[in-house]
């Protein structure tokens, strides 16, 4: 199985400030890699697909990058509502195996 | 509007068995593989089962395996997860998604764009 590790497991921030959560699979994935965003008692919302791709309607200040094991969520300037929990997920296997990583919280400092 | 709503979920005794049932509207149901997700309290995101769009193909984690059936009813526009023998370990809210897909540089990506509200099973005696 595919393995997705998170880092960090928790970040503090303010609003504005630009910030940069990790993923880094255990094996490649090329861009086969989604974010998602969840917030307490809510199910979890799609950021991003494909690595790089913004799902409709979320905000122009989320962007992914990577591809292969490294990849990257950046929020350009914090808004209050972006503090919640940040989870990855590869779709790369063939078994519909899409594992997830262990999740960021975000916190307001 | 893409709709899905989970039911089903409640308090059940280890060892014992429950169906979850997720409605599906809004979309072609019959088109798309389905997938349960479910997430302890106060944990992560678990990756749990998974079906093709025609039920022709199912996966299972490992946690589950032997234990949950998945299924769907692409005549009714639902999807199902049949779990017995439930341990306390599999408390739970339970989330079905819908298995969203994009083409893109020549291949397809997979991602789950709708998810459910979520349904809780509780274990305890």
């Keep these: 199985d ?108 | 509007e893409v709709q899905l709503v989970e039911s089903g979920g409640g308090l059940v005794q280890p060892g014992g068995s429950l169906r979850l049932s997720c409605a599906a509207s809004g979309f072609t149901f019959s088109s798309y593989a389905m997938h349960w997700v479910r997430q302890a309290p106060g944990k992560g995101l678990e990756y749990v089962s998974a079906i093709s769009s025609n039920g022709g193909s199912t996966y299972y984690a490992n946690s589950v395996k032997g234990r949950f059936t998945i299924s769907r009813d692409n005549s009714k526009n639902t999807l199902y997860l049949q779990m017995g023998s439930l341990r306390a370990e599999d408390m739970a809210v339970y989330y079905c998604a819908r298995e969203g897909y994009y083409y893109g540089s020549g291949s397809y990506y997979f991602s789950f764009d709708y998810w459910g509200q979520g349904t809780l099973v509780t274990v305890s005696s």
């Design chain 1, 2 to 109: 595919i393995q997705m590790t998170q880092s960090p497991s928790s970040l503090s921030a303010s609003v504005g400030d630009r910030v940069t959560i990790t993923c880094r699979a255990s094996q490649s994935i090329s861009s086969y890699l989604n974010w998602y965003q969840q917030k307490p008692g809510k199910a979890p919302k799609l950021l991003i697909y494909a690595a790089s791709s913004l799902q409709s309607g979320v905000p122009s200040r989320f962007s992914g990058s990577g591809s292969g094991t490294d990849f990257t969520l950046t929020i350009s300037s914090l808004q209050p509502e972006d503090f919640a929990t940040y989870y990855c997920q590869q779709s790369y296997s063939t078994s519909y195996m899409y594992t997830f990583g262990q999740g960021t919280k975000l916190e307001i400092k």
